[in-house]
């Protein structure tokens, strides 16, 4: 079964940037596609970055557009996500989450779709 491991998280002033990582162990990441979701207290987790199989389609929510990146290097089996310019309501932890998909579709947001989980990681923005 296809393990992930999120890193990087931290806290963080506003305007400041982070680069998470999400790394995979057992399979290659190679024909999966990658999703980026954050939860905050009280809030629903919501999807903030996605990337399909071969990395041609990428997807973000319309608040971090511009600011987070999403990435992915299959030689390291890790999938990237970039943020900069780091407000308070990015505070969230902060999951990865794949499915299996050969057939290279645009990446979703939907949470049913994944299949996988990681842990977790925690990023806090405050000064």
């Known amino acids: 079964q296809l393990q992930l491991v999120e890193s990087g998280g931290g806290l963080v002033q506003p305007g400041g940037s982070l680069r998470l990582s999400c790394a995979a162990s057992?399979?290659?990441?190679?024909?999966?596609?990658i999703g980026w979701f954050r939860q905050a207290p009280g809030k629903e987790r919501e999807g903030v970055s996605c990337?399909?199989?071969?990395?041609?389609?990428?997807k973000h929510i319309d608040s971090v557009k511009g600011r987070f990146t999403i990435s992915r290097d299959n030689a390291k089996n890790t999938v990237y996500l970039q943020m900069n310019s780091l407000k308070p309501e990015d505070t969230a932890v902060y999951y990865c989450a794949a499915y299996w998909d050969p057939l290279f579709r645009p990446c979703v947001f939907e949470r049913g779709e994944y299949d996988y989980w990681g842990q977790g990681t925690q990023v806090t923005v405050s000064s």
């Open positions: 990337i399909s199989t071969s990395g041609g389609s990428t």
């Open positions: 057992k399979f290659t990441l190679d024909a999966y596609t």
